[in-house]
T-cell receptor, first 111, second 113 residues
Framework: SQTIHQWPATLVQPVGSPLSLECTVE??????LYWYRQAAGRGLQLLFY??????ISSEVPQNLSASRPQDRQFILSSKKLLLSDSGFYLC??????????FGPGTRLTVT | ELKVEQNPLFLSMQEGKNYTIYCNYS?????LYWYRQDPGKSLESLFV?????AVKQEGRLMASLDTKARLSTLHITAAVHDLSATYFC?????????????FGKGTHLIIQP
């Protein structure tokens, strides 16, 4: 069966510091991968998606970036965090456009 | 631009009552997803609706899809406290869905004894 991991689970970072969140999927090959952000008390916003290694599409202009160095690894990064980057970051995978399965999430607080 | 609207956004109801959550979307789609989120947790898939007229049921929850009306409903029958959660509907950004989902703002459901 497929599983999706995210780490860290929680993170507190000062404004201006760098960020690296990691997501890995097990039990499937060539998945579509997604990063979403959920601000406090709000819905989910799609940030990035990837249909293959090295292929990244950005949905929202911001100071975040994503990379996919391996087939089942998706990384979300920032060089300098803003207060507005605080939120619950969710990674998801799908088998080429079908149902998306979400990881446990990373709760980021920027102070 | 695809827009997904849910209503109500907040619902407080008593155990044993029935209620319906509505999800409207703005562009053509033949599929729609419902997710549940418990406080502080990730999203759990509830229903995958893949065609016009699709109906899925799981316990006290039933979801349906009308692609012509661009409307999905999530019906709760004889609510119990364990169903308290936030429910989201989501629509693929394109027909294939490879480019992600657009979510409604969620319906925060509280079921009181």
């Amino acid at each position: 069966s497929q599983t999706i991991h995210q780490w860290p689970a929680t993170l507190v970072q000062p404004v201006g510091s760098p960020l690296s969140l990691e997501c890995t999927v097990e039990g499937t090959s060539n998945p579509n991968l997604y990063w979403y952000r959920q601000a406090a008390g709000r819905g989910l916003q799609l940030l990035f998606y990837s249909v293959g290694i090295g292929q990244i599409s950005s949905e929202v202009p911001q100071n975040l970036s994503a990379s996919r160095p391996q087939d089942r690894q998706f990384i979300l990064s920032s060089k300098k965090l803003l207060l507005s980057d605080s939120g619950f970051y969710l990674c998801a995978w799908s088998a080429h456009g079908y149902e998306q399965y979400f990881g446990p999430g990373t709760r980021l607080t920027v102070t | 631009e695809l827009k997904v609207e849910q209503n109500p956004l907040f619902l407080s109801m008593q155990e044993g009552k029935n209620y319906t959550i509505y999800c409207n979307y703005s562009t053509t789609s033949d599929r729609l997803y419902w997710y549940r989120q418990d406080p502080g947790k990730s999203l759990e898939s509830l229903f995958v609706l893949l065609s016009n007229g699709a109906v899925k049921q799981e316990g006290r929850l039933m979801a349906s899809l009308d692609t012509k009306a661009r409307l999905s409903t999530l019906h709760i029958t004889a609510a119990v406290h364990d169903l308290s959660a936030t429910y989201f509907c989501a629509v693929p950004n394109s027909g294939g869905g490879a480019d992600g989902l657009t979510f409604g703002k969620g319906t925060h459901l509280i079921i009181q004894p």
